[in-house]
């Protein structure tokens, strides 16, 4: 655990030289690992979990590079909110790895005006998800107005964008005070049908659990398009129990639908205008707070960076299912490093193994295959592959290693190993 900083590191350093790793867009996210445990500690703590269990947990952020490589990673108390782990993270990329200029991107559980703020301080970029039913009245009326709109053939995709002033609020370190910042913002907005449908869909299955279980003591899922209504009460008469009749509220169901299928995208980064000239470096802060890359910059390359993000979800979902990081089961802070450390050089692996198979064969069959790869030794000078298949054939075609042989001789297995020592070095 004590090696970790050096260990990211350096893997960091080695990944920029053999792959040349480009730093100047980052993906973050955060999710959750659970402990089957009752009592908490400092780090392990009982929070918003993403698989809705009780148990204490321990929140990790990760940062992932263009090619969903991995470049750093952060582990938080479970009860740290998701938008106050990105700064450290900013720090340990500025400090640590000496990345300067970079855009991030990152969904709305992000989007607080004091991570928009350090970035603009920084010099830096953003792409953020911004939650369109909790936005002001005056950005759902963008949304919603169908002028401006750009559609594809079909009308099943359209989108639209403007850069406008918007307020945020930003922490006085001397106060600890909230105070109002005035900043320059672009914002896109896209609606698709598939997300249209998908939205109503879910949103029609919670209404018939609602209707058929639901309950008037709160407002979860479907529950909170029930209005309330007593129906019992008698003038001056105390009322020890309350009867109620749930209602569908249509105007709240009305609201909600009108805004199905829209996303919105909150960002500084802007690109060469029409008839502006391209400069020397490859990004420049300007003074307006915008962050202008050295090229056209559109509002569907936009949506394409903010897309990315799937691959970091994926990254979770890898770690979690096929390197086994949950459940946890060590219990003091440098074991709990070390293990997620242990995964996340694991992860690496994975994704360089991908990206030298030109991501022609999934994960979780990599790691099937490679986990069944076993030598038994027959005697002093004779090892036998006790399995081999076309996945291990392609990897080792990938990284110039005949791993298809049934016997391999001591002088053989050596020179393989020696091979990948010294690519390991260069």
């Known amino acids: 655990a004590k090696h970790k900083g050096a260990m990211v590191r350096h893997l960091h350093k080695k990944v920029g030289q053999l792959y040349g790793r480009d730093t100047s867009l980052l993906f973050y996210d955060v999710t959750n690992y659970y402990w089957e445990i009752d009592t908490e500690d400092e780090l392990r703590r009982r929070g918003c979990s993403k698989e809705h269990r009780p148990e204490p947990i321990v929140q990790m952020g990760l940062l992932m590079d263009s090619n969903a490589l991995p470049v750093t990673y952060a582990l938080f108390s479970g009860n740290t909110n998701d938008c106050l782990t990105l700064s450290p993270m900013m720090g340990e990329v500025c400090e640590d790895l000496r990345a300067q200029g970079v855009v991030y991107i990152a969904d709305k559980g992000m989007m607080s005006g004091d991570n928009r703020a350090e970035i603009l301080i920084n010099k830096g970029g953003y792409v953020f998800s911004s939650s369109v039913r909790g936005a002001n009245r005056e950005t759902q009326q963008f949304v919603t107005d ?6 594809n053939a079909d009308g099943t995709y359209q989108y639209k964008s403007r850069i406008v002033p918007v307020q ?10 909230k105070q109002k910042v005035t ?3 672009r914002q896109i907005v896209f609606w698709s049908k598939k997300y249209q449908d998908r939205t109503r869909y879910e949103r029609e299955k919670a209404l018939q659990k609602a209707a058929a279980y639901g309950s008037c003591e709160n407002n979860h899922g479907g529950n909170k398009y029930f209005k309330k209504v007593v129906v019992n009460k008698i003038d001056g008469e105390v009322i020890e129990h309350k009867d109620y ?9 009305s609201k909600d639908e009108a805004l199905d299928g829209y996303y919105l995208i909150c960002t500084n980064v802007v690109g060469l205008g029409q008839h502006e ?3 020397t470096k490859r990004s420049r802060f300007l003074d307006d707070n915008m962050f202008q890359l050295n090229k056209v910059v559109t509002d569907q390359d936009i949506i ?3 897309r990315g993000l799937w691959r970091i979800e994926e990254s979770f979902r890898i770690t979690k299912s096929w390197l086994k990081a949950r459940p946890v089961f060590v219990h003091t802070e440098a074991s709990i490093e070390a293990h997620f450390l242990t995964c996340f050089v694991g992860l690496l692996l994975l994704r360089i193994l991908e990206l030298k198979t030109d991501h022609t064969i999934e994960v979780n069959r990599m790691v099937e295959s490679m986990r069944k790869a076993t030598l038994v030794k027959a005697d002093s000078n004779l090892l036998i592959s006790s399995y081999c298949d076309n996945v291990l054939e392609r990897i080792g075609s990938a990284l110039d290693l005949d791993l298809s042989k049934m016997r391999y001789t001591k002088t053989e297995m050596d020179r393989l190993l020696a091979k990948t020592r010294k690519a390991g070095r260069t």
Not at 168 to 177: A, E, F, Q
């Open 146 to 151: 169908e002028s401006g709109y750009i559609g």
């Open 277 to 279: 000239h391209s400069f």
């Open 304 to 306: 394409e960076m903010y």
């Open 168 to 177: 945020i609020s930003v922490t006085d370190l001397s106060t600890g005070r």
């Open 245 to 253: 009749v749930r209602i569908l509220d249509e105007d709240l169901l």
């Open 183 to 185: 900043i320059n913002e």
